[in-house]
Structures are given as C-alpha cells and as structure tokens.
C-alpha cells in the first residue's frame, strides 16, 4: 500500500470493522490474481493500473480502489482508496 492510499483509508474508513473487513478480503483477492478484480485503466506508463469499485453490502459502502500491476517487480501497490457516494437515479 502506498501512503497515499493509507492516509485516504485512515481519514475516511479506519473506525469501520465492516470496510476494514471488505479491504481485508480485497487484498487477499488481488494477492492471489490481481487481474481477477478492477478494471484497466489506460495511465501510460509500463506497469498495468487497475480501479475497481466494490458493491454496497449491507452495512458496507461502496469503495473504490486504485492498484497497480507491475509484473517486473512482482508487486501489487494499493494507490487510491475513496468511499463512493450513493448515486441517485433519474
């Protein structure tokens, strides 16, 4: 995880066990097959970026992550956390 992505955790998601508990499943997820979750996002450079948006479940809101892929390394990097707000529909 970079700073970036522990800072944006800490302030918005740290006191809730429920996201925490998402996070943690996500982490395992992308640990075992990081291409198995997120989308590709096209960022130029050579490592492969991914984002991806996590259902609202229950007590748990909707977050969305920014990851990045780099096969050369071998290392997986959490760039971006947020909360996605409730989207309203017309």
């Known amino acids: 995880m970079s700073k970036d992505f522990e ?7 740290a006191g809730d066990q429920n996201i925490k508990d998402a996070i943690f499943a996500f982490l395992d997820a992308i640990e075992r097959n ?14 492969e ?29 959490c760039h971006s956390f947020m909360l996605v707000s409730d989207r309203q529909t017309d």
């Open 7 to 13: 800072t944006a955790f800490f302030k918005r998601a």
């Open 34 to 47: 990081p291409r198995a979750l997120g989308e590709v996002v096209p960022l130029g450079s050579d490592a």
């Open 49 to 77: 970026h991914r984002v991806y948006e996590s259902p609202r479940i229950g007590r748990v809101p909707s977050f969305g992550i920014v990851y990045e892929i780099d096969d050369k390394r071998g290392v997986v990097t």
